[in-house]
């Protein structure tokens, strides 16, 4: 390996001291290469943003010389070597690929280039400067050295506004306070024109519909001022209408809950609800819920972020398609307050009101578990008539386990049903106040489940849950289930199985609980959303308490000693954890991502152990990928390999769950990316186990975990994305690893890890 490395890395070398040398030979002789530009700023005052200012020159110089690569200039040497009159195939697809046509000196107009600094140094507030340039030319090479000599630049001394519409004035006024052109600033106009778009946004908001900010302009006097003082003014084009110096109000509302445009609005009925006409032929949305999702009102002045929410609160209910606001001005304006007037109509185009969906997938896990699985979903989007949605899905599934030594032959058989009721409202309270950005969905959800593991147990769950989800803002995601239960029924336990639990007493008490129930929180915060935000944070944090309600109202105690409700043993715990991501934009695609997880949780009162379907794992495709999924830990514990058993397959979780993770992303080709990563984790008992040994959580936990590398291949269309990684072992929780080309561990997944 190492001296295939070196042969690779003289081949290398070898390469570029050809290409770099060969690419001389086909300059033409009238010719001379343009290989770049540096500047160089001499200040009279040296500003604090002179790296900023000296960034912004750089951007402007061009054109752009050839690009290198290790020193050599690959995309112009294969496009001199297709001007050949012979060439190969591969020559012809390295120029298609790669090629670059030569950028030379004759291409660069300085004198205009000269111009564009200064006139940028202008902007910036620096006149009357002094811009050079000279020309180094070296074997058939030339690159250009400008040089600035910059004055002292002029600050701001005062800000008046001299506008003659006394409405628009009393408005602007308003918002002054809030300006970003204090006394002293720098004259800059790119502040100039934030100001200018601020200014418009501010009267949009006041209601002013056609307002534009190019009605706006700045004016500044130097004249009589000592030193370099300015004074600015800001007016209006005297060419600005009328209409866009005015505020305007809502005047009517009419919704269009069913619209198609092959249908005749004026042959269908009008109700009226709250002042809003709800016009439809049928009543295909009851009209009472209407004003729910609407936060303009009539006599009330427009705003673009009512209008906007608005929107997406309709768009929130999840039945429609299309939500198009449209305002349309009167003809008149109210004399009364010198205010235009909007009629106002909301066209909502609903989807197909029910569907069917039929999946068949096969299904390849990584702790070796194969097998094919069939799910059917049936939605209606409007049960009764208020944007209900009705989600019932079945879903069967075999797998086998192909290999495992003396395990092949595992097996497990799953089916199950569930049905969700999804309200866009809040049931049965009525807060909608209350949230101004986003109407509350009300989620009710009942769902069976049955699984045989051969050679081990069969279970039996019933879920059922009542809850809230909104979103408080466009980063922040709320989800909160007051009512959370699920009951377990462990049967028809194999002996081997029942040796398993009877050897571990912590693994017999998570199964035997059969009742968990409590309540449920979610919390998420993405900053995904705003594609200007150049390194997006994402948070999402879970809490999950139970067992507390029971408690209070029950005294029951079973055989076990354990309280019971209606007969049944139930869990007392709380748990939580927080999974936080970082995304670093490195341009041209290229992404530096990192991920920190951490998770606890907390048996109390009634039980002695976490429910086992509540417990932490470590390894996967979505985790420490170097390892195969539940195959870390619990802290340095190792089962025994050559045993005949099955245990391994449940111990391998617990109370405790840390994770950190950094993945470089790049681009390949279109839609072919690449990665490299590093992952490190594990899982602990927070008290230990007599039978797992090793596993408790202690202050060496750091030399505990699990490290891992490797590489992966992902096909990303449109955001959706197949993914392939192979992970190495770096080292183990024992810390006794050996490096071995047969530990290595394939994932394959659907998106990203994280």
């Known amino acids: 390996m190492i001296n295939a490395l070196k042969t690779y890395y003289l081949i290398a070398l070898g390469i570029a001291a050809l290409s770099s040398c060969s690419v001389n030979k086909f300059i033409p002789k009238d010719r001379v290469l343009y290989t770049g530009a540096n500047i160089n700023l001499s200040f009279e005052e ?29 995309g112009l040497y294969y496009h001199y070597r297709a001007q050949k009159t012979k060439f190969g195939p591969i020559t012809k697809f390295l120029n298609k690929k790669f090629g670059e046509k030569p950028v030379y000196l004759s291409d660069v107009d300085i004198s205009r280039t000269e111009q564009l600094l200064n006139n940028r140094m202008e902007n910036h507030g620096f006149f009357t400067n002094q811009v050079t ?6 074997d058939k090479k030339a690159e250009i050295n400008y040089s600035l000599e910059i004055s002292a630049p002029y600050f701001l001394r005062n800000y008046q506004l001299d506008l003659d519409s006394s409405q628009l004035l009393t408005d602007i006024r308003e918002y002054i306070p809030q300006t970003i052109l204090k006394p002293e600033s720098r004259f800059d106009l790119t502040d100039f024109k934030e100001e200018r778009s601020r200014i418009d946004n501010f009267l949009k908001t006041k209601g002013y519909y056609n307002f534009n900010g190019d009605f706006l302009i700045f004016e500044a006097d130097t004249n009589n001022l000592e030193g370099r003082q300015f004074d600015l003014f800001l007016r209006l084009k005297k060419s600005t209408p009328y209409k866009s110096t005015i505020p305007y109000r809502i005047n009517s509302i009419e919704v269009y809950p069913n619209y198609k445009q092959s249908v005749d609005s004026s042959a269908q009925d009008t109700t009226v609800v709250e002042n809003i006409a709800v016009i439809q032929s049928d009543e295909y949305f009851k009209p009472k819920l209407i004003p729910y999702y609407l936060l303009m009102k009539e006599d009330t002045r427009y705003s673009p972020r009512k209008s906007e929410v608005t929107s997406q609160r309709y768009s929130s209910i999840g039945m429609y398609k299309y939500v198009n606001i449209r305002h349309m001005e009167g003809t008149k304006v109210d004399s009364t307050d010198s205010t235009g007037l909007l009629d106002t109509k909301i066209y909502l185009s609903p989807m197909t009101r029910r569907s069917l969906r039929v999946q068949v ?11 094919p699985s069939l799910r059917s979903i049936y939605s209606n989007r409007n049960l009764f008539r208020g944007g209900e949605l009705l989600q019932l899905s079945g879903h069967i599934g075999y797998e086998t386990q192909i290999t495992g030594g003396k395990n092949t032959g595992l097996s497990s058989t799953q089916f199950g049903f569930s049905g969700d009721l999804i309200f866009p409202r809040l049931i049965p309270i009525s807060m909608v106040d209350r949230f101004k950005y986003d109407v509350p969905k009300t989620k009710i959800s009942l ?4 699984l045989n593991r051969s050679k081990l147990y069969q279970l039996r769950t019933l879920q059922t849950s009542y809850g809230y989800d909104w979103n408080a803002s466009k980063y922040i995601y709320h989800q909160f289930n007051p009512i959370s239960l699920n009951l377990v029924k462990l049967s028809k336990t194999t002996d081997e199985f029942d040796q398993i639990l009877a050897d571990n007493p912590y693994l017999a008490s998570s199964f035997q609980q059969e009742l968990i129930g409590g309540m449920t929180y979610s919390f998420t915060y993405s900053q995904f959303k705003n594609q200007k935000i150049k390194n997006p944070i994402y948070l999402n944090s879970n809490l999950d308490i139970a067992g507390n309600v029971f408690n209070a109202f029950t005294k029951a105690e079973n055989e076990n000693g354990k309280e019971t409700i209606f007969g049944l043993e139930y869990t007392q715990y709380a748990k939580a954890d927080a999974d936080i991501r970082f995304h670093f934009d490195l341009g041209k695609g290229h992404q530096l991502v990192s991920r920190l997880y951490g ?30 999924i539940r195959s870390l830990g619990p802290g340095t514990y190792t089962p025994d390999e050559t045993s005949d058993n099955t245990s391994s397959f449940f111990d391998r979780t617990g109370d405790i769950r840390l994770e950190g993770n950094v993945e470089y992303r790049f681009p390949i080709y279109s839609f072919l990316k690449g990665a490299l990563f590093v992952d490190a984790g594990n899982v602990w008992l927070r008290e230990g186990n007599a039978s797992l040994p090793g596993s408790k959580f202690t202050s060496s936990f750091l030399n505990e975990l699990g490290v891992g590398t490797g590489a992966g291949l992902r096909v990303d269309i449109q955001n959706f ?9 770096l080292d183990t929780p024992t810390g006794s690893f050996k490096p071995d080309p047969r530990a290595m561990v394939f994932n394959f997944a659907i998106g990203y890890p994280f």
């Not at 997938?361 to 194969?370: I, W």
């Not at 048996?603 to 985790?623: T, V």
């Not at 994305?721 to 072992?729: E, K, M, S, T, Y």
């Open 447 to 450: 769902g069976i489940e049955y």
């Open 46 to 74: 040296k500003p604090s943003d002179k790296s900023e200012l000296k960034s912004e020159l750089e951007g402007i110089l061009y054109p752009t010389p050839n690009s290198r690569f290790l020193g050599m200039r690959l």
């Open 721 to 729: 994305v197949i993914r392939g990684d192979l992970a190495f072992p």
């Open 361 to 371: 997938q096969a299904v390849s896990k990584s702790n070796n578990f194969a097998g």
């Open 599 to 628: 998770g606890i949780g907390i048996a109390y009162g009634n039980s002695d152990a976490m429910p086992f379907a509540k417990q932490f794992y470590s390894g996967g495709p979505y985790s420490v990928r170097a390892f195969k």
């Open 133 to 138: 340039s000279e020309i180094a030319t070296k």
